[in-house]
């Protein structure tokens, strides 16, 4: 009979661990695509422009986002060789940012830079631009990989971050300081998982 209140305690705690508090809002699906983050960023420092691009030799095919049209960019430097979110090797593998500072091209090119680029976190897409950068994604399938809450200190997040072999899905519980942007996570344990591999 004293094993009954132990497997009742341990029962409470793994279904405690695998719910997402009322208060939490579900982030918007759009909002699970990188691509679509970098508008919503409102850098710390005073720019004349910025513009995300990927490795990719065409001009055209290169740009992501720009602030704004600059009316005239000049850039000497190569593209650099890494950048963030590597995601393979050779064209269209990472993103870089190249920023307009005193008339002079600086760049942004690894997930460090990025995160100080951001600098303050002004908003969700930051909050989850900068999780990205630790490998967390929003999920959208589960709620425990797609939840949020706003408040004036943290930027709390449900998100997740995926093993390949077996397919695993686990859920973290992060808390992102908006001042500092400094980010604390906790493992909430897998949501799903799968008996194949993805290649």
Known sequence: MKLFPVLLLCSGFVFSQNTVPEDYKRIPEVLDNTELLYP??????????WSVFRNNPDPDKAIIYESQAPEYMTIND?????????QCLGEDCFAYLIACENSRSKYFSN????????GT?????????IANTYGYVVDTTNQLSSSYK??????SLYLSKTKSCPLT??????????????LEAKNNGNYFKSDECLK
């Open 40 to 49: 919503f960023i409102i850098p710390d420092k005073k720019y004349e422009y």
């Open 150 to 155: 706003i408040g004036d200190k943290n930027i």
């Open 78 to 86: 190569p593209a650099p060789e890494k950048g963030f979110f590597q």
């Open 121 to 129: 976190v002004d908003n969700l897409p930051e909050a989850i631009l």
């Open 169 to 182: 899905k686990e859920s973290f519980f992060i808390t992102i300081n908006r001042k500092t942007g400094k």
């Open 111 to 118: 997930e460090k830079q990025l995160r100080d680029f951001i």
